[in-house]
């Protein structure tokens, strides 16, 4: 099973209150099926999972490929679970817009309900904030994030499904995080990440960026002033820096022009008044690592971006431009766009949606409407 991302198309539209109303039903249903059949822990890997995310919003009821399938999904689970939250031992923070910043506070509440230590609520804390600032600083695709929701249960494992959107091509990506498969927040955090389509991109999570961030990181608590120096430098040199391979008041190194051509930095005009005082406030506070250094407020992609370029111009730890997404798409939807799709996750899910159209808890409608879409969804796989 994987944990990565998706990218989607960016949807404006909105849910009828109708459909969202029988995916809280659905939802819930399936999720207490969920737990019966595989437990808490399961339930994790799978929301972790972007394909078997992505058939859960199809089941219940949601458009395949697009936004919505992430906002909406979460928002019908979150709701759907509502008032079961102690039963299950599952506990849905965050949301879309204005509720996403209200997910610390959420986590706190939760996690004062399941009688956790201080220490541990600030490690939750903590590991919502670091996936939002790692995916929105450390993997750069021009991709603000928008929707974080943070979900955990009562033996302290959590998951991370959140959302960017880019308006420039009308697309959503969404990242997933699980805290078994997480060893360190700023190197590979994604087991597997799944895209629409492959965008150079600077990614600081490659391990190949290693040696950029440890320059960066020691960058960033030298005098903010030689930060700033090297930072007009490259500026001053921009255009003669594209097109030449090796600049003698550089040091000597080998330079891709093709990575350059676009490199956001070199084509992005810094405020450096601004810039003076978030390196200032690092400087302040001395990150002892990567991880702390995101931490500190007002620090974000553009300080990042900044420091990566200064440590690959001057110093010549060139970081990674790999997108770590990989294509996973197979027939297509009822718009005519591929989609994700996978034998095994769809018989998991279908199974469990067989299982719960024999009990009572739907009316008549509600499971002849299931057994259509399971037979549905049996045909397009048997095309497959």
Same mark, same amino acid.
């Given at each position: 099973?994987?944990?990565?991302?998706?990218?989607?198309?960016?949807?404006?539209?909105?849910?009828?209150?109708?459909?969202?109303?029988?995916?809280?039903?659905?939802?819930?249903?399936?999720?207490?099926?969920?737990?019966?059949?595989?437990?808490?822990?399961?339930?994790?890997?799978?929301?972790?999972?972007?394909?078997?995310?992505?058939?859960?919003?199809?089941?219940?009821?949601?458009?395949?490929?697009?936004?919505?399938?992430?906002?909406?999904?979460?928002?019908?689970?979150?709701?759907?679970?509502?008032?079961?939250?102690?039963?299950?031992?599952?506990?849905?923070?965050?949301?879309?817009?204005?509720?996403?910043?209200?997910?610390?506070?959420?986590?706190?509440?939760?996690?004062?309900?399941?009688?956790?230590?201080?220490?541990?609520?600030?490690?939750?804390?903590?590991?919502?904030?670091?996936?939002?600032?790692?995916?929105?600083?450390?993997?750069?695709?021009?991709?603000?994030?928008?929707?974080?929701?943070?979900?955990?249960?009562?033996?302290?494992?959590?998951?991370?499904?959140?959302?960017?959107?880019?308006?420039?091509?009308?697309?959503?990506?969404?990242?997933?995080?699980?805290?078994?498969?997480?060893?360190?927040?700023?190197?590979?955090?994604?087991?597997?990440?799944?895209?629409?389509?492959?965008?150079?991109?600077?990614?600081?999570?490659?391990?190949?960026?290693?040696? =950029?961030?440890?320059?960066?990181?020691?960058?960033?608590?030298?005098?903010?002033?030689?930060?700033?120096?090297?930072?007009?430098?490259?500026?001053?040199?921009?255009?003669?820096?594209?097109?030449?391979?090796?600049?003698?008041?550089?040091?000597?190194?080998?330079?891709? =022009?093709?990575?350059?051509?676009?490199?956001?930095?070199?084509?992005?005009?810094?405020?450096?008044?601004?810039?003076?005082?978030?390196?200032?406030?690092?400087?302040?506070?001395?990150?002892?690592?990567?991880?702390?250094?995101?931490?500190?407020?007002?620090?974000?992609?553009?300080?990042?971006?900044?420091?990566?370029?200064?440590?690959?111009?001057?110093?010549?730890?060139?970081?990674?431009?790999?997108?770590?997404?990989?294509?996973?798409?197979?027939?297509?939807?009822?718009?005519?766009?591929?989609?994700?799709?996978?034998?095994?996750?769809?018989?998991?899910?279908?199974?469990?949606?067989?299982?719960?159209?024999?009990?009572?808890?739907?009316?008549?409608?509600?499971?002849?409407?299931?057994?259509?879409?399971?037979?549905?969804?049996?045909?397009?796989?048997?095309?497959?």
């Amino acid at each position: 099973m994987r944990t990565g991302l998706a990218t989607l198309p960016l949807d404006t539209g909105k849910c009828p209150p109708w459909l969202f109303e029988r995916m809280k039903k659905l939802s819930r249903i399936i999720f207490l099926a969920l737990r019966e059949e595989f437990g808490v822990g399961e339930i994790l890997r799978r929301l972790s999972d972007p394909v078997w995310f992505q058939s859960l919003a199809c089941l219940i009821g949601f458009d395949w490929n697009s936004s919505g399938s992430t906002t909406t999904t979460l928002g019908a689970l979150k709701e759907g679970l509502r008032g079961l939250e102690k039963e299950l031992g599952i506990f849905i923070c965050g949301g879309k817009g204005k509720t996403s910043r209200k997910t610390p506070e959420q986590i706190e509440k939760w996690a004062q309900f399941c009688g956790f230590s201080q220490k541990d609520v600030d490690s939750l804390v903590k590991a919502s904030k670091l996936s939002a600032k790692v995916d929105s600083s450390l993997l750069q695709a021009g991709y603000q994030i928008y929707h974080h929701n943070f979900i955990f249960t009562s033996k302290k494992d959590w998951v991370v499904i959140q959302q960017g959107m880019k308006t420039e091509d009308q697309t959503a990506r969404r990242y997933h995080w699980l805290s078994f498969k997480v060893k360190d927040f700023t190197r590979e955090p994604h087991a597997g990440i799944i895209s629409a389509k492959k965008i150079p991109q600077l990614n600081l999570v490659d391990r190949v960026s290693d040696k =950029n961030k440890e320059i960066s990181l020691e960058l960033s608590k030298r005098a903010p002033q030689t930060f700033l120096k090297d930072i007009e430098l490259i500026s001053k040199k921009s255009d003669r820096f594209l097109s030449q391979k090796r600049l003698p008041s550089f040091c000597e190194m080998e330079l891709k =022009n093709i990575e350059f051509h676009w490199h956001p930095v070199l084509k992005e005009k810094f405020d450096l008044k601004r810039l003076k005082k978030i390196v200032e406030k690092i400087h302040f506070f001395s990150p002892s690592n990567f991880e702390n250094l995101l931490l500190i407020e007002g620090v974000g992609p553009k300080t990042i971006r900044a420091l990566s370029l200064v440590s690959e111009v001057i110093y010549g730890a060139r970081p990674s431009f790999h997108d770590p997404a990989r294509y996973s798409f197979t027939v297509g939807g009822k718009d005519g766009t591929p989609y994700f799709v996978e034998r095994k996750t769809y018989d998991e899910l279908l199974n469990i949606l067989e299982k719960i159209s024999r009990k009572n808890v739907l009316s008549f409608s509600e499971q002849k409407e299931i057994k259509e879409k399971v037979n549905l969804l049996n045909k397009s796989l048997k095309n497959y």
